[in-house]
């Protein structure tokens, strides 16, 4: 299952906490948009590497929003990319 | 006034304009259909409401009682109506429900809680702003949504 670049930014984000989606967007600086971010979101969660729940509101309700956090398998594809980048970094090309 | 707050007294507006005199309590079921929140702060809402239904402007639900007086939802203000209902709708007709409720949903949230911020601090003309963007924004997270979703159908095909 291949993960894009910008699959793996939101991933990254997400691995500081759980956040909606306009706060990952606060949280990128800029590289993610507020058009986009929600078509991604729902994308990567399809994959399974993030999970969603709505929001709970300040009583018992719930609102619309829905919050985001990484997964097992996520934290696992996250770390798998990290290190096959640490190992690209390595190489040199003579 | 809380975005929740607008909410209720919006619920509470449209749902006597569609089905004229009702009593509290069903008002207040239905109310709590649409808008979940704490039962109590309805029950004060559809009170107040109903003690000065004759004061108050259908359409703007503007009153003049002071809020801590009656504890109620609606307090000196002026209760705009979300120009994005119609937003979710367009989703709703396009998309399947869980792309709908997951994408668009969301963004509708974001757009409405900006757009009623904006409305608190009477920023008429950046609320107007607002409003044409997200709508803009919107129509291209859907050109972004269809794009995603043929390329998904063409790779499963692709595959198979």
Known sequence: MSVTKTELLIMELLVSGSAYGLELVHRSEGKLKRGTVYVLLQRIEEKGFIKS????????????????????????????YEELWKNLEGIKLT | MTYEEVKVSEAIEAITS?????????????????????????????????????HIDTLTFVQEEPLEEH??????????RSP?????????FIFPAHIS???????????EEEYLEALSKDRKWHARWI??????????????QIKASTLKIVWSLFRT
């Open chain 2, 101 to 111: 409720i997951r994408v668009f949903d969301q963004l509708v949230e974001d757009a």
């Open chain 2, 84 to 92: 994005f209902p119609y937003l979710r709708a367009i989703s709703r």
């Open chain 2, 18 to 54: 569609v089905y004229g005199d009702m009593d509290d309590e069903d008002l207040v079921d239905m109310v709590e259909h649409f808008v979940p929140t704490e039962r109590t702060k309805i029950e004060n809402t559809v009170k107040f409401y109903r003690d000065h239904e004759d």
């Open chain 1, 53 to 80: 729940q709505r929001q709970p509101r300040d009583g018992n309700s719930k609102s619309a929003r829905r919050t985001y956090f990484l997964t097992g398998a996520g934290a696992q594809a996250l770390s798998a």
């Open chain 2, 131 to 144: 409003r044409i963007r997200e709508s803009l924004r919107f129509c291209f997270t859907i050109v972004v």
């Open chain 2, 71 to 80: 504890g109620a939802l609606v307090g000196e203000v002026k209760i705009h």
